[in-house]
């Protein structure tokens, strides 16, 4: 019962709290060495299925292997886990020294190797001046830092996070993003982030895993999610703005809606559909004025708010009776009231069966 | 405009001024200083009397100072003072207390507080209803069980004393009454560490485990060094209650090992000869000075804990 090409595995997992269901029947097998993200909305699951990979909670049913050993009842410390928390979870009556060493002594090891692992976590993360300080006295971005510490000198094969980003201003988030990404090109360990902030999923991740109910609704590379999301849900739940999307008929290879006629020739049926469909396209992939006369579609709407955001600025508008983000050049000189020329095509769009709601 | 600008020029500008003899400051503080001195002058009272000899005492000016100050009524309340065929003083009782109060208070703390560490971070099944039934006993009237821990205390400690082949017993000794005292803490102060520890992020005691700490591992590295304010909370709340405790004295001991309570109520009650009131007034001061001192000591140490417990980490 070994899978040594995973480095962790998660197999049929179940979880409940009384009646409440909250991990129904799971299954994850994350590479070794990759950075899987979790991400969802709030009590999806995501930091649950965390923790039960930690061994922090008690599961109902399933397995659980690292390093294609069965953990399923292990303590959290015998996994092989490192872990940081939103919260950084600093012990604050120990110096950062204390704090970084605490797992060590726990595990009794020597007083030599200890310093060592410290010392050279310490520096990989630049927190040396910070060594004799109280938690207290630290900064969100240091404290963090040094629960990242913790983890590290414990030199095991899976790392866990639980929003550690989360806590932190949006300057400091985006710094130690891009930290932590380089960290992980560095040491090459597995990583399992869990999130709700998308730009973190997108940025950080080899794989997203999209979490609702309990329940793995995509897992894919940023790319894939982004571009062929498996769902209604998933199309909805990444990009900001939202997707736009129609509900409409297809029939004979096209879309069609009042007033609006795609033919769908160049979109990638999974199978050929007949019925009732949502129709998605992101906002950004509408084309505007000129780049407009090549699609498929062709309409003019009228710009009723826009939002300048610098690099580039959102405008609201509606299509076919539905409110209609697009996004065009931050340098365009768009006012409130201007007509848009906007265009798209089958191969921007998304399709999704109305009833199932999976991509089509 | 013209207004506007005057305005601007000469209107409210900095801190606002604040008068400090205002008439509401002159009732409020007036009225603070009246309930005040109502409060202190039984304790003038007390000391004044117990620093005067008994011939002063009868001409029956209770409110003028000592003319003559003397401790020889503190020196007798101490060592000599009577009760029954007893003439040890309070300096008896005083042990007493102490003997009694060290392991209540120690064993008492000890055990509330790891169990309100398990009720919070380690749920076992049932835990909830366990704790509801704990809290339950804080409201059962002490009066209804007193007769049942009498027949407890006899039988447990005749057991053990016959099992162990000595005159071992609980009723009637010091032993027994820590036993009580623990057992009666343990509601409320177990609520007290409960609620506290809810307060301690979970995610800090998720790190320790993932660290690979134990049960005691957590709860002496980690929960313990945090908790030093309710700590001292729960030992002025034991140590006043303790010290202060008269009923379960009377009835658990006998008259060797009473608590210094139950033989001030002895002195100061006892019906037989003058009554020398310098003498009792003295021993109610000293027996009061217990619970005084915890307050003025750790008092401090309290506001300390608080402020330190206050910087988040």
């Known amino acids: 019962m070994t899978d040594q090409k995973f480095s962790v595995s998660v197999k049929n997992l179940d979880l409940r709290f009384g009646s409440l269901r909250v991990l129904k029947d799971l299954n994850l097998d994350i590479h070794e060495g990759e950075f899987l993200v979790l991400l969802g909305s709030s009590g999806c699951g995501k930091s649950t299925l965390l923790n039960c990979i930690a061994g922090l909670l008690d599961i109902t049913d399933g397995q659980i292997f690292i390093k294609g050993k069965n953990v399923t009842w292990a303590e959290p410390s015998e996994r092989g886990i490192g872990m940081v928390f939103q919260s950084y979870a600093l012990y604050p009556q120990m110096t950062v020294e204390g704090n970084m060493s605490f797992g060590l002594k726990n595990a009794r090891l020597p007083k030599a190797e200890i310093k060592e692992r410290v010392d050279r976590a310490a520096e990989v993360l630049q927190i040396e001046p910070l060594m004799k300080r109280k938690p207290a006295a630290l900064s969100g971005g240091q404290r963090q830092r040094v629960a990242i510490g913790r983890a590290l000198v414990r030199d095991v094969d899976v790392f866990l996070f639980d929003e550690p980003l989360s806590n932190l201003d949006a300057k400091l988030r985006a710094d130690l993003r891009v930290e932590l990404k380089q960290l992980h090109q560095r040491i090459k360990n597995t990583m399992i982030y869990v999130t709700h902030d998308q730009v973190e999923a997108m940025t950080l991740a080899d794989r997203i895993a999209i979490m609702k109910d309990g329940l793995i609704q995509q897992l894919a590379t940023p790319e894939e999610i982004y571009n062929r999301p498996s769902n209604l849900y998933v199309a909805d739940f990444i990009g900001s703005p939202a997707m736009n999307l129609f509900k409409g008929e297809i029939a004979n290879n096209t879309f069609s809606l009042d007033g609006l006629s795609l033919s769908l020739d160049g979109y990638d049926f999974a199978a050929p559909f007949t019925g009732t469909a949502w129709l998605g396209i992101r906002p950004e992939h509408v084309a505007i004025g000129e780049n407009a006369a090549a699609a498929d579609v062709q309409m003019d709407v009228t710009a009723e708010v826009v939002d300048p955001l610098g690099s580039d600025t959102l405008v609201l508008a509606h299509v076919a009776g539905e409110r209609f983000w697009l996004r065009i050049s931050g340098q365009a000189d768009t006012k409130q009231g201007d007509q848009i020329r906007i265009g798209f095509s089958a191969r921007d769009v998304s399709l999704f069966d109305a009833a199932t709601e999976a991509r089509l | ?313």
């Open chain 2, 1 to 313: 405009m013209g207004d506007t600008s005057t305005e601007m020029m000469t209107g409210p500008r900095g801190p606002k001024k604040r008068r400090v003899m205002s008439s509401n400051n002159i009732i409020i503080y007036g009225t603070l200083a009246l309930v005040c001195l109502y409060y202190l002058l039984p304790l003038y009272v007390m000391i004044v009397t117990s620093l005067k000899g008994m011939p002063e005492i009868r001409l029956g000016n209770i409110f003028s100072p000592p003319v003559e100050v003397t401790f020889e009524p503190w020196v007798k309340a101490w060592s000599e003072a009577c009760t029954g065929i007893n003439c040890e003083g309070l300096s008896r009782g005083f042990s007493n207390s102490v003997k009694i109060l060290i392991p209540s208070v120690f064993v008492s703390i000890a055990v509330a507080s790891v169990s309100g560490y398990a009720l919070v971070n380690w749920r076992f099944k049932g835990s909830e209803t366990f704790f509801t039934i704990l809290i339950f006993g804080a409201f059962i009237p002490y009066q209804v069980m007193i007769y049942p821990i009498v027949i407890i205390l006899r039988e447990t400690g005749g057991f053990i004393g016959d099992v162990t082949g000595t005159d071992f017993r609980l009723m009637g000794s010091i032993w027994g009454l820590v036993i009580v005292h623990t057992i009666f803490g343990m509601p409320i102060l177990t609520l007290l560490f409960r609620n506290y520890f809810t307060s301690v992020p979970d995610e800090l005691f998720k790190a320790a485990r993932v660290d690979g700490a134990g049960f005691w591992g957590i709860y002496f590295k980690i929960m313990l060094p945090m908790s030093l304010p309710i700590f001292v909370v729960a030992m002025i709340l034991q140590v006043t209650g303790i010290w202060n405790d008269f009923l379960f004295g009377v009835i658990y001991t006998k008259p060797e090992t009473y608590p210094m309570t139950v033989q001030l109520n002895n002195i100061v009650n006892s019906v037989q000869g003058v009554k020398e009131y310098n003498v009792n007034m003295a021993a109610t001061l000293l027996t009061g000075l217990v619970p005084l001192t915890i307050y003025f000591v750790s008092g401090r140490l309290f506001v300390r804990g608080i402020a330190a417990g206050a910087v988040k980490g």
